[in-house]
């Protein structure tokens, strides 16, 4: 049973622009924090970014901090993150997480994973 799936990923000249979308079946959405994360290729999985359940709360990593904006829609259980001034280190899996206990820039931290998107990001 799949309970998050993200789209919008893609190949992306340098300097362009994405976003990314990840659809909620999960019946508790609205009272969870999400996240972006992201896995290049022989790295471990890493943050990029989470909105808490309102929307009212943000935060990044600084490696995407003034180029990326995640977002969330309740009514419609959807979470976004808008990605532009892409670089080739951007290039990686992008996954979206809901449901945080403890740390929300740390991934075993979240319950529930989509199975990714890829982004790929040419110089």
């Known amino acids: 049973q799949v309970h998050l799936a993200e789209s919008g990923g893609g190949l992306v000249q340098a300097g362009g622009s994405l976003e990314l979308s990840c659809a909620a079946s999960?019946?508790?959405?609205?009272?969870?924090?999400a996240a972006w994360f992201r896995q290049a290729p022989g790295e471990e999985r890493k943050f990029v970014a989470t909105i808490d359940w309102s929307g009212s709360t943000t935060s990044y990593a600084d490696s995407v901090k003034g180029r990326f904006t995640i977002s969330r829609d309740n009514a419609e259980k959807m979470v976004y993150l808008q990605m532009n001034a892409l670089r080739p280190e951007d290039t990686a899996v992008y996954y979206c997480?809901?449901?945080?206990?403890?740390?929300?820039?740390?991934?075993?931290?979240?319950?529930?994973w989509g199975q990714g998107t890829q982004v790929t990001v040419s110089s």
């Open positions: 999960l019946p508790t959405f609205t009272s969870h924090r």
């Open positions: 997480a809901v449901h945080a206990d403890g740390r929300s820039d740390l991934a075993r931290a979240y319950h529930n």
